[in-house]
């Protein structure tokens, strides 16, 4: 559909059409021909047309109404002064009545003319064929993201110190007090604390007025792809991140559980197989409650197929109403967790509501803002998105790891 602007032009381009095929036969001092009216009446009519479409714009036009006079100030490419701020000129967009009136056109044999088809006409007589497209661009399928889904979050509305216990208090025997005092024996806990802090985190999209108001959907398009690259950007940082001025990754900052996985004769296939076995072991029974499997789907993929290879009685892989399992614990696919190679961490293990922590400063909504007074003379507004979180882990014995050698 074309912007306000480009009707304006379509409108006045029209009615100088008409204007100039009267003036002609005027000169001429003659009566206009049968052509030469169908023309003008052509001509006429599609600036009728274009005349209420602009009326209809203009009354809808909201950025129109901040102004008394009802004109947007602004400078054109060239200096001289312009009615309306704008982008450079979009492609020729037509209408729907065009599109409908080319196709009854040229059903009729070329006998059926209407107003609208002036819009792909030419100085030859013949009229551009349209081409439809979609509105709203096909999206991408994000990365999964599953550390937020499966740990703790809570709202902050300031830093939080959160102590911790490093280790227990000890115990020990005393001897019956008689002819000495025999005392109980003083042994305190360890404690320590880490800081949930809350770090920014944000994106931008700059789009025109135009876009804005001929595409309605697009907005729509533009605030999605917003709050996916923000959730995308958070999720790598709660698997990855260094913990210095952004989110602590649940990488190298849980138990060590089960190391040095050898690559074996498949890669380290039947071998990390083997290993979610003795990782079971390794977590202590507290945190069994709960529990579950954090990896990237290639490597659950991986495991399923070692563990076809190995012909097990009691498939330790199963899948039930669309819920994966592995050794009965729920499995949770995460795309920016490592995948299968030496050194790296494909697999996580543990209960994450206990062993991480997610904090979201104000609450767990994206923020959304549409600026449109920074780029107003350039005739663009500004979609920002972001959230301030942090992510720490709580308690790294909760969760513990398999590493490859």
């Not at 001509?43 to 950025?63: F, G, P, V, Y």
């Not at 949930?196 to 108001?213: N, R």
Request: charged letters at 15%.
């Amino acid at each position: 559909m074309p912007n306000l602007f480009q009707l304006k032009k379509d409108h006045a381009f029209a009615v100088q059409k008409a204007e100039s095929i009267v003036q002609a036969a005027e000169n001429a001092n003659r009566a206009l021909t049968d052509s030469e009216k169908q023309e003008a009446d052509l001509a006429l009519a599609a600036a009728n047309s274009l005349s209420q479409e602009i009326n209809k714009r203009e009354r809808n036009c909201t950025l129109r109404r901040q102004f008394p006079n009802g004109v947007i100030p602004a400078a054109s490419r060239d200096g001289s002064a312009v009615g309306y701020a704008r982008t450079p000129d979009p492609p020729v967009v037509f209408t729907s009545d065009y599109y409908d009136q080319f196709y009854a056109w040229l059903g009729s044999n070329g006998q059926q003319i209407g107003a609208a088809l002036y819009e792909g006409s030419n100085p030859a007589g013949g009229y551009v064929v349209p081409v439809i497209v979609e509105g709203v661009p096909v999206p991408l399928a994000p990365t999964e993201m599953g550390v937020r889904t499966i740990a703790s979050v809570v709202p902050t509305v300031s830093d939080i110190k959160i102590p911790t216990q490093s280790t227990f208090g000890t115990a020990a025997a005393k001897a019956e007090s008689g002819a000495s005092t025999n005392t109980f024996t003083e042994s305190d806990p360890t404690l320590n604390q880490f800081t949930l802090s809350a770090y920014m985190a944000g994106i931008t999209h700059t789009i025109s007025w135009e876009l804005a108001q001929d595409v309605s959907s697009f907005q729509q398009f533009c605030v999605q792809d917003l709050v996916l690259a923000l959730q995308m950007y958070e999720g790598n940082k709660y698997v990855n991140g260094s913990g210095t001025g952004e989110p602590q990754g649940v990488i190298g900052n849980v138990g060590t559980g089960v190391t040095g996985v050898a690559a074996g004769t498949d890669s380290y296939a039947s071998e990390l197989l083997n290993a979610t076995f003795d990782v079971l072991g390794k977590l202590n029974s507290a945190y069994h409650p709960g529990a579950g499997w954090l990896m990237s789907r290639a490597t659950g993929v991986v495991i399923r197929k070692a563990q076809m290879a190995a012909n097990l009685f009691a498939p330790v892989w199963t899948r039930e109403n669309g819920q994966d399992y592995l050794h009965g614990y729920p499995v949770t696919f995460d795309g920016f967790m490592p995948a299968i190679a030496s050194t790296k961490t494909p697999v996580l293990f543990g209960n994450f509501k206990v062993g991480y922590l997610i904090g979201d400063r104000g609450g767990s909504g994206i923020n959304v803002k549409i600026l449109d007074q920074p780029l107003a003379t350039a005739g663009q507004l500004i979609l920002l998105a972001f959230r301030r979180t942090d992510g720490r882990v709580r308690r790294s014995e909760a969760i513990q790891a398999i590493t490859l050698a």
